[in-house]
């Protein structure tokens, strides 16, 4: 129910420190050792000898200092007085306790907040969650790197994106062998097995001589992404790979290209590659693997290019 006027203060009731009469007026107020300051004198409730005193004609308030009063002039005390008790009825800043989940705003928040409140790890953060980073977003990454039999990777599903690339740096391979890629349909969790379109061009160059080539493939079961083999050189790992993904959230036929920097066996090789799934599909995951041996890896990262 609304009030009429200024609305009453409210507070937590408080017992002050007890006070022993002395032959003065004036007493320093006092809770729990430390100075108290009433909002104003009718806050409080003063016992003098067995008897209630009237704010204002009783005693008065200035800041922690109460002084008895007896017809408006001060009223030194003895010490055979007693001083009962002196009560803070409330009108002291409100005790709230614990804070209800979900009742704090952004408007109840001051703005300028200390860095030293800002302590402790942060909670991780979805990339993709974010705004205001700009179009490019790690979706996610790795780099413990590994040697696996076959790396296989999430792709988001989501329509912000124009396309994703993953970034593969520092890799090779256990055995010199060309290395491979499938992509799942995110409808029933498996791997496409046929209908790859694709074609890779190579550039070679060698201690003595360069070349270049390229190989097609037609409804093949993979998407070939090296073709002049990957170095079996794990000291140094020369192989570094971006491969790109367009269209795989939507019902279009995923397309794949894909840039090799690095080198094989006899020189330095730059291959790019060109594909398309021969299924309208949406892709969730990718499957690189050696035609054979392992993949050995330092780390990747997947990014997302947003649209607009």
Known sequence: MPFIGKPPAVGAYSVLDALTASATANYSLQLDGAAFVPN???????????????????????????????????????SSDSIDFIISMGGDPLNVGVVSDGTITNAKITSGIASSKLTGALPALDGSALTGTGNLVSLQNNTTGGTVAALEIDLSTSTDYAFQMLS???????????????????????????????????????????SSGQNGLWNGSYF???????????????????????????DKKTVVGADRFGQNTTGIMKEQMSGKSGYADVVDRCKLYMGSGNIVFDEYTLYGFKKG
Do not use: W
């Not at 003063?46 to 109460?66: A, C, D, E, M, Y």
């Not at 090296?226 to 269209?247: A, K, P, R, W």
């Open 224 to 250: 070939r992404m090296v073709h002049n083999g990957v170095t079996t050189d794990t000291t140094h790992q020369l192989n570094d790979m971006n491969i790109y993904f367009f269209e795989v959230a939507t």
């Open 40 to 78: 104003s004198v009718n806050q409080l409730l003063v016992s003098l000898n067995g008897v209630i005193q009237k704010p204002g004609s009783s005693f008065t308030v200035s800041g922690s200092t109460l002084t008895f009063k007896n017809g408006g002039s001060d009223q030194a005390l003895t």
């Open 168 to 210: 593969l740096r520092g890799f090779c391979s256990t055995s010199v062998a060309d290395m491979y890629m499938t992509l799942r349909k995110q409808s029933n969790s498996t791997y496409f097995s046929d209908s790859y379109l694709s074609i890779i061009g190579s550039h070679h160059q060698g201690s003595s001589s360069n």
